[in-house]
């Protein structure tokens, strides 16, 4: 389903067998737009400690009504985790030390969109899947770094490809694949009370260090866009206007050729 990621904010993380604390935040891979990690911010029993939380360790989609999402991890697990301070960049090295305490999958490597919930052994249990997990654990990680945090990337400023539409103001997310589907964009007095919905698909570069986001559609034809209505659902009718009227592949569609793009090398 696709979610405002602002309403995934303070929902409680329910471990095996207790409380773990409240969603604070989440951190994204930049290649990918798929989204890595929750920012847990845990409460009095672990000093308020905040503490990243994998998406391959949800057991299922969240739970609004309850404002709850359980995780297949236990209380003693996460406060033996390694002490990341999630303020400062996270590392492959930290990300690594991470996986190799939970024994989560290892996801580099993985396209446009590739499901975070899927691959890999999350509790092994018997010597071969040992092995196996031991295996993909010892690899080597690339050395850069890829992890954006949302709420660091809200602000940024959006370009069309002829000038300014705004900024980023929120993300829509499907919590199915843990994915960034869309960034909302407030276009401020451009297009006064508007907001439009910006794929990463049609991102044509970011940079990170003037906090910039550049897509390669014009002012025209985002101006004449569906409207965006933010107290309303993403509905797959809307996504399939909104794709038909920038003349782009459906999501399916651009997920297969970007994916196939970052197996070749090309992206």
């Not at 739970?63 to 303020?87: F, G, H, K, W, Y």
């Not at 400062?88 to 290892?106: G, I, N």
């Not at 602000?155 to 909302?184: Q, S």
């Amino acid at each position: 389903m696709l979610r405002d990621i602002n309403g995934l904010k303070g929902l409680t993380i329910h471990a095996t067998d207790g409380e773990l604390g409240e969603v604070d935040d989440f951190c994204f891979d930049d290649q990918t737009w798929n989204l890595r990690y929750l920012v847990v911010r845990t409460g009095g029993w672990l000093s308020g400690r905040k503490v990243l939380i994998s998406t391959a360790a949800l057991k299922r989609e969240p739970d609004l009504r309850a404002r709850a999402l359980p995780v297949l991890l236990t209380r003693e697990q996460v406060r033996n985790s390694p002490d990341i301070d999630t303020d400062k960049t996270v590392t492959r090295l930290h990300e690594l030390e991470l996986h190799k305490h939970y024994a989560w999958p290892l996801y580099w490597g993985e396209g446009f969109y590739a499901g975070s919930m899927s691959g890999g052994t999350l509790f092994p249990e018997s010597p071969e899947a040992e092995e196996r997990a031991g295996t993909t654990q010892d690899r080597e990680p690339p050395p850069e770094t890829h992890l954006q945090s949302t709420r660091a990337v809200t602000g940024y400023r959006l370009h069309a490809a002829d000038g300014t539409i705004g900024h980023v103001e929120n993300f829509i997310i499907d919590d199915a694949r843990w994915a960034i589907r869309y960034l909302v964009a407030d276009t401020g007095n451009w297009l006064p009370g508007r907001k439009v919905l910006v794929s990463p698909h049609w991102i044509e570069s970011v940079d990170w260090e003037t906090s910039e986001v550049y897509v390669d559609l014009t002012r025209l034809a985002i101006e004449a866009s569906p409207e965006y209505d933010p107290s309303q659902p993403v509905s797959e009718d809307y996504e399939s206007a909104l794709y038909d009227h920038y003349g782009r592949p459906k999501l399916e569609k651009a997920a297969e050729r970007d994916a196939a793009a970052t197996r070749t090398g090309r992206r």
